[in-house]
């Protein structure tokens, strides 16, 4: 008999007809002639009862179905007596297909905290609220996938391994496959054309460098890949292995690159909204019952829905860097020294702090800051007449902070390479980069979208460990 998924049995609701389940246990309660089994196959976050009656069950098969348990079920669909669902599934037959111990399986059906479910990265999946969480992850790769091709750009793969340090940050995972322990030297340096690439390389930080090359013939493009980052950030909002969307766009500027930015994150949201309601609507639940223990001005001051539905409706706040900090200067918690990190004035880079402070405080928005001082900006964004500012753009949401970075690019090649010279870039290595300066250069604009951040905001998940299926943060690599 061909399975039906638990999603198609509660939505299409064929009273009467025999159908046959597969999923999981969540719980089993009952009595000695009656079992209620929640079941859950992963299709949606909602389970369905199947009701175990009389004696054709025998004892020692009801036994077994315990939390965490595999079964198929066989039976006819019927209007539910009891509250709390309209159909349930009245079992013929009930067939175990993995067992799982209770007195060892580790997730027993009441709540764990987030910090012991990340120990159990394996299991975790079979919660509700993970579940919910990783079915929204892909919603929300595939929102941005049909964004990108409804408005005709081309995804491209850009490499993992690469020689270059496309944000100059230089915080790079190294890859060799050198003998650690006998190192190649030549005159004391360590001689790379001994490694397997034959010249020095690491996982990429970022794929923008390449998407320009891209971009510079098929007009739009974006990546959609990992990236890689040694920093060491133990922080809610710090992965070392994260997801990255970089679209590039020839002929735009840094308006359109905004708008771009704006009209995407509306449209991530509202895809959601639309295709993930059951998910959204456990989530929001999540939420409130979890803030309940918590002090009022810690809590959000939003639901979950509300929270979206209100991003989507209103236009983000857009001001300059200098602007911005004007406000800050002037603002209560810098004129009392409640921030960690005083503003003193222009060229001061703005902490998270600073910038929840915008958000959830000033403008009650979404932000969106541009022209940042260019010593705090990567050598490839383009420069001002000012000769102090970049045409930069952060993305600032509440909670999370910066969502989006991106830029206009400078297009023009000798102020490229006087600021690669003044930030002691390495020349020689991007020379490839430099030639599409060379060759047809035109205005071009790109921003990056740090995909875990994005699915933290849609799914009030306070930890970015807790949207990625397995974390890779410092001193942790677990599964
Ligand atoms: O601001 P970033 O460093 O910008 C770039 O990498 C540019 N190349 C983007 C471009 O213009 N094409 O990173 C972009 C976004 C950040 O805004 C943030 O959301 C996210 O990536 N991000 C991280 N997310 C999780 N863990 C980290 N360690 C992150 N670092 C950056
Ligand atoms: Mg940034």
Redesign the pocket.
Known sequence: MKRTKIKSALSNKVIGQEICLKGWVRTRRGSKNVSFIALNDGSTINNIQVVAEGESFNEDVLKKITTGVAISVIGILVESKGGGQNVEVLAAAIEVLGEADADEYPLQPKKHSLDFLREKAHLRFRTNTFSAVFRLRHALTFAVHKFFNDKGFSNIHTPIITGAD??GAGEMFQITNLNLENIPKTDGKVDYTKDFFGSKTNLT??G?LE?ELAAMALGQVYTFGP?F?A?N?NTS????E?W?I?P?IAFADLDENMDLAEEFLKYCIQYCITNCADDLRFLDGRLENEEKNMKKEERSEMGLLEKLQFVIENDFVRLTYREAIDILRNSKPNKKKKFNYIIEGFGSDLQSEHERYLVEKKFKKPVIITDYPKGIK?FYMKQNEDGETVRAM?ILFPQIG??????QREENLDKLVARMEEMEVDKDELWWYLETRKFGTCTHS?????F??LIMFVTGMKN?RDVIPFPRTPQNADF
């Open positions: 496309a944000e930080v970022s923008q998407a990236t980052r920093e950030s909002r710090h992965l070392s994260f990255m970089e590039e990567a952060d910066e969502i989006i970075g991106g830029s790109g921003f990056g979208l740090g875990e951040r970015i």
